[in-house]
């Protein structure tokens, strides 16, 4: 089963597509995840994606689809997307590529609880373990409950680059919600619950889809 989770930034998408990859066993592929995995390498390709994310732009479709292509090429089982696609054309990249999507969630968040996620939440370099300060706390203090490395804030987490993230979002991914509503695979689910709530109306979503 192939499913894509959209939302704007802050919205849940990563902590719901934990999730549910689990419970369906699928893969949860997060460009995020793969571009800060690049950042780790000291290469001229990894200060220009540095530059770019710290910004709030988004990375040029080139390196993102090399990196989503080698990241999904062993997956048999199928997958989650979370970040991508993120423009039309990175959609229409998807189609070209034959992967069908079984289901796509847009997950409906206002803006005034994604600036109270995004500037609670607690990041694990080490191994992308997300928590939050107030609603999904670490047993210790600011150490990782999944591998005990320091938890610290994502550098795109500050007010000025999450306004830019939020802009980039409605003008350029905010589209690909149409595109998937006009190939009758996308459901919007209410993001604005606890996490519990969510992720029932997203598996009740995806079991609607397959029917
Ligand atoms: P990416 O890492 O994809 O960031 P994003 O889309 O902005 O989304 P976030 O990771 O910020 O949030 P999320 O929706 O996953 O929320 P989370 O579950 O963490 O991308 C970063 C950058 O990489 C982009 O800006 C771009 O530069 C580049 N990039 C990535 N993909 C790209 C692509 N395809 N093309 C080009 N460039 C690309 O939750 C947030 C917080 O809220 C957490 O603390 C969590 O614990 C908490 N929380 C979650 N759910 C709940 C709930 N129900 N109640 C209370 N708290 C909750």
Same mark, same amino acid.
């Given at each position: 089963?192939?499913?894509?989770?959209?939302?704007?930034?802050?919205?849940?998408?990563?902590?719901?597509?934990? %999730?549910? @990859?689990?419970?369906?066993?699928?893969? *949860?592929?997060?460009?995020?995840?793969?571009?800060?995995?690049?950042?780790?390498?000291?290469?001229?390709?990894? @200060?220009?994606?540095?530059? %770019?994310?710290?910004?709030?732009?988004?990375?040029?479709?080139?390196?993102?689809?090399?990196?989503?292509?080698?990241?999904?090429?062993?997956?048999?089982?199928?997958? %989650?997307?979370?970040?991508?696609?993120?423009?039309?054309?990175?959609?229409?990249?998807?189609?070209?590529?034959?992967?069908?999507?079984?289901?796509?969630?847009?997950?409906?968040?206002?803006?005034?609880?994604?600036?109270?996620?995004?500037?609670?939440?607690?990041?694990?370099?080490?191994?992308?373990?997300?928590? $939050?300060?107030?609603? *999904?706390?670490?047993?210790?203090?600011?150490?990782?409950?999944?591998?005990?490395?320091?938890?610290?804030? =994502?550098?795109?987490? &500050?007010?000025?680059?999450?306004?830019? =993230?939020? &802009?980039?979002? $409605?003008?350029?991914?905010?589209?690909?919600?149409? *595109?998937?509503?006009?190939?009758?695979?996308?459901?919007?689910?209410?993001?604005?619950? &606890?996490?519990?709530? %969510?992720? &029932? @109306?997203?598996?009740?979503?995806?079991?609607?889809?397959?029917?």
């Amino acid at each position: 089963m192939n499913l894509i989770i959209l939302g704007p930034p802050g919205a849940g998408k990563g902590t719901q597509a934990k %999730i549910i @990859a689990e419970k369906l066993d699928v893969a *949860h592929i997060s460009t995020g995840d793969l571009l800060r995995d690049e950042l780790k390498k000291d290469t001229e390709t990894s @200060a220009r994606i540095k530059e %770019i994310m710290n910004s709030g732009g988004l990375v040029s479709d080139e390196i993102v689809v090399e990196l989503l292509e080698k990241r999904v090429k062993d997956e048999k089982n199928g997958f %989650i997307l979370d970040g991508f696609p993120r423009n039309l054309e990175q959609a229409e990249i998807l189609d070209e590529k034959g992967f069908d999507i079984d289901a796509a969630i847009a997950l409906d968040v206002m803006d005034e609880t994604i600036v109270e996620r995004i500037s609670g939440r607690l990041f694990c370099q080490s191994c992308c373990a997300v928590f $939050h300060a107030k609603y *999904h706390k670490p047993k210790k203090e600011n150490i990782c409950d999944v591998c005990g490395a320091a938890l610290t804030q =994502r550098s795109d987490d &500050n007010a000025e680059v999450v306004e830019k =993230r939020l &802009n980039v979002y $409605h003008e350029l991914t905010e589209p690909i919600i149409v *595109h998937y509503a006009e190939k009758g695979v996308l459901t919007a689910v209410d993001g604005s619950g &606890n996490v519990e709530d %969510i992720t &029932n @109306a997203i598996l009740s979503a995806i079991s609607k889809a397959a029917e």
